[in-house]
């Protein structure tokens, strides 16, 4: 079977020798598609080209946005990767062959590294499936970000041929996260004008939990619609 390697996407990264590096061990495991959110000025320097060694390719075609719901706006299934600890409804996984299948059963798959200095926030989180956690000593769970994406990448090369990963349907009909947002945002917006979101400190914690209501489902084009539906006629 034969299907599109995943996207790998950092998130405020800070270090521009880290940019090179995750694009070097890219290069070394076969992944090409490295998207970068709202990275420092001149990231794109001297220190970022030479750690980047051989893999200037990838560094020459990487996409840069201003914000993560931007950048995951083709993509119907997101990993994000993180050792801390966060108070979400979230599920959370650290099975490799779980997250290869999740690959080839959707059209478009990006994996989430959060920025150095304090990893993915709430807010990076909401419209990610599914939270992954690389085992690690539990004395020691910080990796560094270039690490972290070249264990990810090397499982993913591993898992590559493995013939228990024949035979998965593909889910055609998969919404991608820029429908999912256009509605998150539609229904916030009515849920704020009938001051649904009291007391007004509460409200990121809220909107956090509406996120995840609907990202533990794969909703379908189908689905969706009809909650589209469910809701303009509440509204009325």
């Known amino acids: 079977m ?3 390697n995943p996207s790998i996407i950092l998130v405020r990264p800070q270090l521009p020798e880290n940019i090179g590096m995750v694009a070097r061990v890219m290069h070394n495991f ?3 598609d490295l998207i970068i959110v709202s990275p420092r000025d001149n990231w794109l320097n001297t220190k970022s080209i030479n750690s980047a060694k051989k893999a200037d390719k990838i560094l020459k075609n990487i996409k840069v946005y201003k914000n993560l719901e931007t950048a995951l706006k083709n993509f119907t299934y997101v990993v994000a990767t993180t050792n801390r600890k966060r108070f979400l409804e979230k ?3 650290n099975d490799f062959i779980f997250i290869k299948k ?4 959707n059209k478009k798959l990006g994996i989430l590294f959060g920025p150095e200095n304090s990893g ?3 807010e990076d989180l909401r419209l990610s499936d599914i939270i992954f956690t690389i085992k690690t000593n539990s004395q020691s769970n910080s990796l560094n970000l270039s690490h972290a994406v070249t264990v990810m990448c090397y499982k993913l090369f591993e898992l590559n041929n493995s013939k228990s990963l024949e035979n ?3 889910e055609k009909d998969n919404i991608n996260k820029h429908q ?3 509605f998150f945002n539609f229904l916030i917006k009515n849920l704020d004008k009938k001051k649904f979101f009291t007391p007004i400190e509460k409200k990121e914690n809220m909107k956090n939990n509406i996120y995840a209501i609907f990202t533990k489902l794969a909703l379908t084009k189908k689905e969706l619609q ?3 539906g469910i809701t303009k006629k509440l509204i009325k």
């Open 2 to 4: 034969t299907f599109k």
């Open 30 to 32: 076969g992944l090409k």
């Open 91 to 93: 599920k959370s996984k």
């Open 102 to 105: 999740k690959i080839i059963s």
């Open 120 to 122: 993915l926030s709430n």
């Open 168 to 170: 998965i349907e593909i």
């Open 180 to 182: 999912l947002s256009k």
């Open 226 to 228: 009809t909650l589209w």
